[in-house]
């Protein structure tokens, strides 16, 4: 079983910047997946950001340029740099991982709400 636990969620203006991080229970060393999805109201849970195996990373078109995604391996952490959030980006995120055996985790979410 692995636990993942995001912080750094919040409110935030038009225009600012928040950094979302997922702290895994175990190595993020060998993986198949890590990354950051994301669930509005009414909508469905989207991919933002992610890496895969090998560590290339991928973004939902509507964040690049904005979003970073990074990780720390030694940490076991992985990172969402958001700059220039705009009111869609408001959602609740969460964090998924899935290991080389393809057994999916997920955190419980932290909310992201952009508002002036």
């Known amino acids: 079983q692995v636990q993942l636990v995001e912080s750094g969620g919040g409110l935030v203006q038009p225009g600012g910047s928040l950094r979302l991080s997922c702290l895994a229970s175990?190595?993020?060393?060998?993986?198949?997946?890590m990354g950051w999805y994301r669930q509005a109201s009414g909508k469905e849970r989207e991919l933002v950001a992610g890496?895969?195996?090998?560590?290339?990373?991928n973004y939902a078109d509507s964040v690049k340029g904005r979003f970073t995604i990074s990780r720390d391996i030694a940490k076991n952490t992985v990172y969402l740099e958001m700059n220039s959030l705009k009111s869609e980006d408001t959602a609740v995120y969460y964090c998924?991982?899935?290991?080389?055996?393809?057994?999916?985790?997920w955190g419980q979410g932290t909310q992201v709400t952009v508002s002036s």
């Open positions: 890496f895969s195996q090998g560590g290339s990373k």
């Open positions: 175990r190595s993020i060393f060998s993986i198949n997946f």
């Open positions: 998924k991982l899935v290991t080389v055996e393809f057994s999916t985790y």
